[in-house]
C-alpha cells in the first residue's frame, strides 16, 4: 500500500499517510512534477491513462508523482521517471509550490509540489498503466491549446506552465 509524506506549509514532514486516503482527506503531501524538454525546445507530454484515480485521461507534464517515506525527492523523481516513462536524465530542481485542486469524484490533490527540469532527445517507453499517450509539444503552442481546451490539461500543468517556461530559458 503506498504511502505520501505529510508535510505542512513549509514541506516540513509531519507524518505519512496511505495515498488514497490523503487524496480522499486532501491532506497536504510532498510531490514533484518533471517537465522533460529536447533540443528543439519542446516539452514532452504525457496523456495520463484512463485508469487513475484523478485527471485520467487528460494531458499532463513528463511525470508526476510522489516520493516514499524515507526516500529523498530527487531520488523519487529519478525512480518515477524511469517507471513511469521508462528512461532517466539529469534533473535540476527550479521552484516549488503549494496547491489544491478538488475533483469531482470526491477526491483533492493538495501539495506542496517541487518541479524539476530535464533534458533528453528520444522517444520514452511510457508504462501504458501509467501513461496511454506522449508527444513533444512547444510552449508556445501548449500554452494556446491550453487558453482553447483547457479541460485537456491537468490542474497542476496549467497552473505552472509559465514559470518553467520562464525558468526552462525558453521564454
Known amino acids: 500500500m503506498a504511502k505520501v509524506i505529510l508535510v505542512d506549509k513549509d514541506d516540513r514532514e509531519i507524518g505519512h499517510q496511505e495515498k488514497l486516503q490523503a487524496h480522499r482527506q486532501g491532506k497536504l503531501h510532498r510531490a514533484f512534477s518533471i517537465f522533460i524538454f529536447n533540443d528543439r525546445g519542446e516539452l514532452m507530454l504525457q496523456k495520463r ?78 508504462d501504458p498503466d501509467e501513461a496511454e499517450g506522449w508527444q513533444w509539444v512547444g510552449l508556445k503552442n501548449l500554452e494556446e491549446n491550453i487558453r482553447r481546451n483547457p479541460d485537456q490539461y491537468t490542474y497542476w500543468l496549467k497552473f505552472c506552465i509559465k514559470r518553467v517556461r520562464k525558468l526552462s530559458g525558453l521564454v
Open 49 to 126: 491513462a484512463k485508469s487513475k484515480y484523478h485527471s485520467a485521461g487528460l494531458w499532463s507534464n513528463t511525470c508526476c508523482s510522489h516520493p516514499q517515506p524515507g526516500e529523498t525527492t530527487p531520488k523519487a523523481a529519478h525512480r518515477r521517471l524511469k517507471e513511469e516513462m521508462g528512461f532517466d536524465c539529469p534533473l535540476k530542481e527550479v521552484f516549488q509550490f503549494c496547491y489544491r485542486v478538488d475533483f469531482d469524484n470526491g477526491l483533492a490533490e493538495h501539495e506542496y509540489d517541487h518541479v524539476f527540469i530535464g533534458h533528453y532527445d528520444g522517444d520514452p517507453l511510457p
